[in-house]
T-cell receptor, first 114, second 115 residues
Framework: AQTVTQSQPEMSVQEAETVTLSCTYD???????LFWYKQPPSRQMILVIR??????QNATENRFSVNFQKAAKSFSLKISDSQLGDTAMYFC???????????FGKGTKLTVNP | DAGVIQSPRHEVTEMGQEVTLRCKLI?????LFWYRQTMMRGLELLIY????????DSGMPEDRFSAKMPNASFSTLKIQPSEPRDSAVYFC?????????????FGPGTRLLVL
């Protein structure tokens, strides 16, 4: 069974600075998908970024980028120019193949300080 | 396009009562997932459907829980009888089996409190 580990329960960063959230996973699959979801206090689950394992290029979405290290089974999220609105829980998730379940990590609570 | 719609948003009930949670998929999507979020267990899958067919219900806690898709765009999750340990946020999510997008889009969740 796949597992996802987020080793940082909480992190904080100053506004405008850069922060990196860690995620490792365990799988024997060669093709799969990885995601970062954001959950603000409203509890809505919002997709931040996704990565297909067969793609070597790291995904980017505006201020959000990932460092995908397939051999190391690592998938970290970098947030540049942090904003107060980035304050939220961040969940790393693994999906074995299309239309299968997401396996989530326990989450990292990120606080952006003014 | 409207996103995933869930109702009710909040539900408070007493132990032993029946609870029904509802979910409407994004138009054109044909995969439906029910997740539960608790402090102790985090986010975990309860059940999911592809084209109205249940694929994996191994996460359903016990016989008190049941889920259906009476049509292609709608699902219900029923708890009967409810217990205090069922208190959680229940999310449904939908995705498409076709095309290039495999992302699951989540509804706003139903916060359930069983007294």
């Amino acid at each position: 069974a796949q597992t996802v580990t987020q080793s940082q329960p909480e992190m904080s960063v100053q506004e405008a600075e850069t922060v990196t959230l860690s995620c490792t996973y365990d799988t024997s699959e060669s093709d799969y998908y990885l995601f970062w979801y954001k959950q603000p206090p409203s509890r809505q689950m919002i997709l931040v970024i996704r990565q297909e394992a067969y793609k070597q290029q790291n995904a980017t979405e505006n201020r959000f980028s990932v460092n995908f290290q397939k051999a190391a089974k690592s998938f970290s999220l970098k947030i540049s120019d942090s904003q107060l609105g980035d304050t939220a829980m961040y969940f790393c998730a693994f999906m074995k193949q299309r239309s299968e379940k997401l396996v989530f990590g326990k989450g990292t609570k990120l606080t952006v300080n003014p | 396009d409207a996103g995933v719609i869930q109702s009710p948003r909040h539900e408070v009930t007493e132990m032993g009562q029946e609870v029904t949670l509802r979910c409407k998929l994004i138009s054109g999507h044909n995969s439906l997932f029910w997740y539960r979020q608790t402090m102790m267990r985090g986010l975990e899958l309860l059940i999911y459907f592809n084209n109205n067919v249940p694929i994996d219900d191994s996460g359903m806690p016990e016989d008190r829980f049941s889920a259906k898709m009476p049509n292609a765009s709608f699902s219900t999750l029923k708890i009967q009888p409810s217990e205090p340990r069922d208190s959680a946020v229940y999310f449904c999510a939908s995705s498409s089996l076709a095309g290039t997008q495999e992302t699951q889009y989540f509804g706003p969740g139903t916060r359930l409190l069983v007294l």
